[in-house]
């Protein structure tokens, strides 16, 4: 196995091989001949259930013509179960492992398996539309950092809505409404609150605004004709808005979103007094090593997202400070 090796790529990652050699590689090591001790128990008995199913087929061959569906139906399933949970430990020890390590590499960083110190804000973010109102939350894990004296939190979080599915023996079904990371940026000056919404239309942004009253009354328009085609802005303190924010903040935003944002044209983000929030839905799951699939020696490109992925909240910090 002499192939754990970490070519560094950007400047963030300047010096970090030295720790992947010290620390991850023996790791991964270690948990390579658990992985492929895995694997191979689960061939031996995904084609044991296939063998088993095989036999049951013709033997209700006999019988009738159509029984052999069943054997064969349920042991499919069977060995497809297998296949899929077979790294899930591996993943998840991967996982819990390196993310400490990776974010400890930056002196600013401090991890967390739970939410933030303090609690999440989710009533608040709620309020102002940066999280959805969901029957469930996963909340964390959080990183807390300072990028340039700007204290901020790096939340993951995952929302859904759960409902009874009559169609199938009243069995709970689960919606997809968010999963991805928020972030609270510290700000400098008390800023009035400036909430960001996805631009709907005529009709349905006045549906929204009524569907949320907690939204501030004032709406708010950017010079840039691009930004109000995204967003729909409101706050309760224009003159104070038109000060304290810059003409460019909404462009920076858009473009941010364009590399980001996994499925929508825009990002929810909301100033309230020392505080920016800011709730981006990734196209991937947030410092998360689902790596079993392949020989841990081919998993340094999650470890390469996870750097980038930890350098979003300072590239953020340089947007807010121009």
């Keep these: 196995m002499a192939g754990f090796t970490f070519i560094e790529h950007g400047d963030h990652e300047r010096g970090f091989a030295a720790v992947y050699d010290r620390e991850i590689a023996p790791f991964l090591r270690e948990k390579e001949e658990v992985r492929a001790a895995a694997v191979r128990r689960s061939q031996l008995w995904t084609g044991a259930v296939f063998g088993i199913s095989v036999v049951l087929a013709l033997l209700a061959f006999r019988v009738h013509p159509m029984l052999p569906l069943f054997p064969l139906v349920f042991g499919g399933a069977a060995a497809l179960f297998l296949y899929l949970t077979r790294g899930e430990k591996i993943s998840a020890e991967v996982t819990h492992f390196i993310r400490p390590v990776i974010c400890s590499f930056f002196d600013d960083m401090t991890f967390s398996e739970t939410e933030a110190e303090g609690g999440f804000p989710k009533r608040r973010l709620e309020a102002l539309g940066i999280v959805p109102r969901a029957d469930e939350s996963t909340i964390g894990p959080s990183i807390r950092g300072v990028w340039r004296g700007i204290g901020y939190t790096v939340t993951k979080a995952s929302f859904r809505d759960a409902y009874r599915d009559s169609a199938s023996d009243n069995r709970t079904r689960r919606t997809h409404l968010f999963g991805g990371i ?59 808005a038109r000060k304290r924010l810059h003409q460019g903040f909404g462009e920076r935003l858009l473009g941010f979103a364009r590399d980001y944002q996994a499925s929508k044209t825009f990002i929810a983000a909301a100033f309230q007094g020392r505080a920016f929030y800011l709730a981006i839905d990734l ?33 953020i910090i340089d947007i807010l400070l121009g």
């Design 182 to 240: 928020v972030l609270k940026i510290d700000c400098l000056e008390d800023m009035p609150t400036i909430v960001f919404c996805p631009d709907l239309g005529g009709a349905m942004n006045a549906v929204m605004k009524w569907a949320t009253p907690d939204l501030p009354p004032f709406r708010f328009e950017f010079p840039d004709a691009r930004v109000e085609e995204v967003f729909e802005v409101y706050t309760d303190d224009p003159d104070l």
């Design 283 to 315: 196209p991937h799951d947030f410092m998360n090593f689902d790596v079993a699939s392949r020989p841990l020696d081919a998993c340094n490109a999650k470890i390469h997202k996870a750097l980038d992925d930890l350098m979003i909240p300072r590239r």
